[in-house]
């Protein structure tokens, strides 16, 4: 008993003395810590610049015209003419679905993980969600190519194309055929869908689950329903949390390349159509920047990725700012 | 009692101990002395013929993936051939590799497409060398049809999309007979830029001046169909043969190594003499050998829309690209150079080549390749005799 007692202030001595030379603590740690939110600032700036410099060819060469929607569609690498609005339209186009599909879904899923599930589903689901979570992206890419779009792409296709496909005014967007292997702009839609569907879901859980049980039981001590809980007190408190799942799985799948490559078909020609193939930028880039023809050719890729900088800047700062703003109502509230 | 025990656990660690280490230890000794006489052993024979070739040498290259698997081939054999030579060689693209050497990051490059004039003016004494050959087939699924026949002009209309159908009426005349389905074509395509892609349109171009102005030549084009929702791209050979596999009445190109490996249906062409001919062996060689004299004084030619009677017509040669005069490591040098022309003279090499699908060099043009690595210098001096 006396030994150990000893022992503990041996050790307490040890740590006094060593204290004199590791002791300019916080100085040393403020500096640290500085230094490595710093190093991410440059960075970004890095990034920025780079691609900026790199990509002044092609900005000199074609102007705004390179992201034009009504310049006419053309990328042609053998007579280097270059315009980057199908790749653009078709980025936006499959995150802006799969995120609308993904969002009310993957919440659902969070829901009923942090508040619903009983103890024994909810760890086997919490371990499928975070499994799904960590796929690589290529797994996807193989299982959509041989399973998911001949067997649902493309029946979803057809039905949508023999419904909204004869509306007007929704025809341009929904316009058949689709073709018979399922390539298609909503092929790349869904399988980014099903991708950050886990992201969204996982961070959503835990935003939930980390709301202080106090708050639950003062809702339900007041004569809410559980449901009434949920909705009116537990998604309002945690919403900037989700908001920030979105943004999280948002930057998932504009940035996803290689599941998107293998099923989207990869032509700048498909048009407004979902039901066609097309290009997203940074599929394009990962198709041709190895092989670039020519040097203005390489030059329109980096204003690719320039492009993609701006527009994943632009949008983050927009839920940024949602964030903000809803934080503030919920405050002031 | 106790203490028995325990004195019996500590004797029986300690011998169980002992029995480890020893043997752990016993073979590392023995075999020290044996090791160091093999490697000598090993080493001596090469030693004695040639002393200054002793010391390894490693070359490194990087370029065209369209020749890798026979050069991944080859650098697995050439250590048989010369055990202190290795080489690496890196796919990373055909404009990579002649970055790569423009950077001098590489002792040789790989590349499917030219040097053009800016890059020669750089570095003038860079010399392409013509190793291989390959051939571009296309491929195509349409339910119950085992036999496809087409000629440059119907191949030019289907990749230009003025051919829309199958029951066309010129791949009708092609095929008599054959019962073809009133359904569009799908066209299937390189959505990454390839040294494939450059010699199937370096054809479609050869056969139609309204490709070749219009559309162009080179290892990425904007495709036609594309622009009417008909085309489909693929990355890399197995993207484009998915593609086709997967969608029927479709129709795209790959490389013939490709293509016979994996068992998919090729069409077959009629040739600039009028001849139905399948790529095979035969009528890659009688392709080059028409071609031999086509060579201009940078040792580059294009095989495309041979006249021969049996000439397959959709051909590229892949390069090599070396220094010719700026050499500083003459033993590396050596080593290369002995390397290429094993490469392009030794039988097994040439077989393992045509085992994958290949094309090897016709004499006449191996005779102009070792000319030139005759002429290669180093430090001003020559170093084949």
């Known amino acids: ?333 | 009692m106790k203490r028995t025990l325990i004195v019996l656990t500590i004797l029986i660690a300690a011998l169980a101990l002992a029995a480890c280490g020893g043997g752990k230890a016993q073979p590392t000794k023995a075999s020290a002395p044996t090791q160091a006489s093999q490697s000598l052993q090993a080493a001596a024979p090469t030693q004695t013929p040639a002393p200054a070739e002793s010391k390894a040498v490693t070359l490194n290259g990087a370029g065209a993936t369209f020749p890798l698997p026979v050069y991944t081939e080859w650098n697995q054999m050439y250590p048989s051939v010369q055990p202190n030579v290795t080489i690496n060689y890196q796919g990373i693209g055909s404009g990579g590799g002649q970055k790569a050497i423009l950077d001098g990051t590489v002792d040789f490059a790989g590349s499917d497409s030219l040097l053009k004039d800016d890059q020669y003016a750089k570095m003038p004494d860079l010399q392409m060398l013509p190793m291989l050959a390959g051939a571009v087939v296309p491929i195509y699924n349409v339910p119950g049809m085992d036999k496809l026949t087409l000629d440059g002009p119907t191949l030019v209309n289907i990749f230009m999309a003025k051919i829309t159908k199958w029951n066309d009426p010129a791949i009708a005349r092609l095929n008599p007979g054959v019962n073809l389905p009133d359904q569009p074509i799908t066209v299937a395509h390189r959505s990454d830029g390839s040294g494939t892609t450059e010699i199937f349109t370096s054809y479609l171009g050869a056969v139609s001046e309204e490709w070749k102005n219009n559309v162009g030549v080179g290892k990425a084009v904007e495709w036609p169909a594309d622009g009417i929702g008909q085309g489909v791209g693929g990355k890399g050979n197995p993207g484009v043969a998915q593609a086709v596999q997967s969608t029927p009445y479709s129709i795209g190109y790959v490389e013939l190594a490709y293509a016979k490996s994996n068992n998919i249906p090729m069409a077959a062409m009629i040739n600039a003499a009028g001849n139905e001919v399948t790529a095979n062996a035969e009528t890659m060689q009688d392709a080059m050998a028409a071609f031999a004299n086509a060579f201009d004084e940078r040792l580059t030619a294009k095989i495309v829309n041979a006249p021969g009677e049996k000439s397959w017509p959709i051909m590229g040669y892949t390069y090599l690209i070396i220094h010719m005069t700026e050499n500083k490591d003459c033993a590396k040098t050596k080593a290369l150079l002995d390397y290429i022309e094993w490469a392009i003279s030794d039988e097994a090499a040439a077989k393992k080549a045509e085992e994958l699908g290949y094309a090897t060099l016709p004499a006449a043009v191996r005779d102009l390749v070792e000319a030139k690595l005759h002429e290669v210098t180093c430090n001003g001096q020559k170093v084949l005799q």
């Open chain 1, 1 to 333: 008993m006396s030994n150990t007692q000893s022992l503990f202030q041996q050790k307490n001595d040890l740590r006094h003395r060593l204290g004199r030379f590791t002791n300019h603590g916080d100085r040393f740690w403020v500096a640290a810590l500085f230094g490595s939110s710093l190093l991410i600032l440059i960075l970004v700036l890095m990034i920025g610049w780079e691609v900026w410099a790199l990509s002044a060819p092609s900005r000199h060469a074609f102007g705004w015209a390179f992201i034009s929607p009504w310049a006419k569609a053309a990328w042609n690498p053998a007579l280097d003419r270059f315009n980057a609005w199908p790749a653009i339209y078709g980025s936006l186009v499959t995150s802006a679905i799969a995120l609308v599909l993904a969002v009310p879904f993957s919440i659902a899923v969070a829901i009923f993980l942090a508040e619903l599930a009983p103890p024994l589903l909810r760890t086997p689901l919490n371990y499928m969600v975070e499994m799904l979570a960590a796929v690589p992206s290529v797994i996807y890419g193989l299982w959509g190519i041989y399973l998911f779009l001949p067997k649902v792409v493309h029946p979803i296709g057809a039905a949508l194309q023999n419904t909204l496909g004869v509306i007007p005014g929704l025809s341009t967007f929904f316009g058949g055929p689709i073709p018979a292997s399922g390539i298609s702009k909503l092929a790349a839609a869904l399988i980014l869908t099903i991708m950050v569907t886990p992201t969204i879901a996982a961070v959503t859980r835990d935003v939930l689950l980390a709301i202080p049980r106090s708050q639950r039981e003062a809702s339900l001590a007041l004569g809410a329903t559980q449901w009434e809980t949920i909705w009116k007190v537990l998604l309002p408190m945690g919403l900037s949390g989700i908001l920030g799942a979105v943004i999280l799985g948002f930057g998932r799948a504009i940035g996803e390349t290689m599941a998107v490559t293998m099923v989207i078909g990869n032509t700048s020609g498909g048009g407004y159509s979902v039901l066609k193939p097309g290009y997203t930028m940074a599929s394009i880039i990962a198709n041709e920047f190895a092989e670039a023809v020519s040097d203005l050719h390489s030059s329109a890729l980096i204003e690719i990725a320039l492009v993609l900088f701006v527009v994943t800047i632009i949008l983050n700062a927009i839920s940024r700012w949602l964030v903000m703003r809803v934080q503030r109502k919920t405050m002031g509230r």
